[in-house]
């Protein structure tokens, strides 16, 4: 049996296992995401070493936020400033001695639905990632696309609503009004604290949908927002790709309540687009939630590295 060591990195922390060749995450820990690049690296080494004392490891994976180049070299780190302008991939494989893939976190959540997902025997599917932004896999005949610069993908930068009048366009975009995080919550907070300014603020976006079901009257509206801007995100992911499948990931994707409540307003929405409700029947793919949830960057990092040494 062979063996990977993969890492999650995220911008509160970095989770890591150690991954066998039929995608069984064997052993699996985490650390708290440091402020520096050499903290975040030495303990990335140390992890290394931990699955290194137990087991012959092949080779590292790494899924991480931002853009990344094919050759592991990241040009945005996402929340991770110190992972601006890093050549990650090198690096690690230099104070480990072991081959080092990095891939987008995205895509890695993508190709891990097609390894053992809810994308398996699917050529054509975009996995998107609803989390503190909003992030975006696309595979296009059973290949991921990367673009010319390995940005494809950043849907989260589309602009979806008018500009107000600070004309600040990110402020205008899906990833401050469709992501979880700096979308849903931050809406949320931002209307409690007009109408209550001593509330406390609201970090869970779970406790928003159960406030919503109840007919708050401020997060009933704010959701409906939310879903109208996913729902709209997604008629246009039909349009512009094609998939057979779009990916639900993030962590509310596992929110049954919430898809169901997804579901409802991409068919409002189609009833309202004359063009796409005559044709949904007859042209348009599923919107399905992602099926690996925590595990898909741990396994999608890994994967091409299973993949190149099952054919070596």
């Not at 060591?5 to 296992?17: L, Y």
């Not at 080092?100 to 975009?126: C, F, K, M, P, S």
């Not at 159960?210 to 709209?232: C, G, Q, W």
């Not at 639900?248 to 063009?275: P, T, Y």
Request: charged residues 20%; hydrophobic residues 45%.
């Amino acid at each position: 049996m062979r063996y990977f060591i993969s890492f999650d990195v995220g911008g509160t922390s970095i989770k890591h296992g150690l991954v066998d060749e039929q995608g069984k995450v064997v052993e699996r820990g985490s650390f708290m995401t440091y402020n520096t690049r050499q903290e975040n690296l030495d303990g990335l080494v140390k992890a290394v070493h931990h699955y290194q004392n137990s087991y012959t490891v092949d080779a590292i994976g790494v899924s991480a936020p931002g853009i990344v180049r094919a050759d592991g070299y990241m040009i945005t780190g996402g929340a991770i400033d110190s992972f601006f302008e890093f050549n990650f991939a090198q690096t690690l494989q230099e104070m480990t001695g072991l081959p080092t893939h990095v891939e987008n976190d995205a895509n890695a959540a993508a190709i891990a639905e097609r390894w053992l997902g809810n994308a398996q025997g699917v050529q054509n599917y975009v996995c998107l990632v609803l989390g503190t932004g909003i992030g975006m896999g696309i595979v296009i005949n059973g290949v991921v696309f990367r673009g010319a610069h390995g940005m494809a993908g950043e849907v989260g930068w589309n602009i979806i609503h008018d500009v107000d009048l600070t004309q600040d366009l990110e402020a205008a975009s899906l990833n401050y009004h469709a992501s979880v995080v700096s979308g849903l919550v931050r809406r949320y907070n931002a209307s409690l604290k007009l109408a209550f300014p001593n509330a406390t603020y609201v970090s869970d976006a779970r406790d928003i949908l159960a406030l919503a079901h109840e007919d708050d009257r401020i997060a009933a509206p704010i959701y409906r927002d939310f879903l109208m801007d996913v729902s709209t995100m997604v008629l246009n992911l039909f349009g512009n790709f094609d998939p057979e499948v779009i990916l639900i990931g993030g962590g509310i994707s596992a929110n049954d309540q919430f898809m169901v409540d997804l579901h409802a307003m991409v068919d409002e929405c189609l009833a309202r687009h004359k063009a796409l409700n005559g044709v949904k029947d007859r042209v348009l793919g599923q919107v399905k939630p992602a099926g690996l949830r925590n595990d898909a960057g741990l396994l999608g990092a890994v994967y091409p590295l299973v993949r190149d040494a099952k054919k070596g």
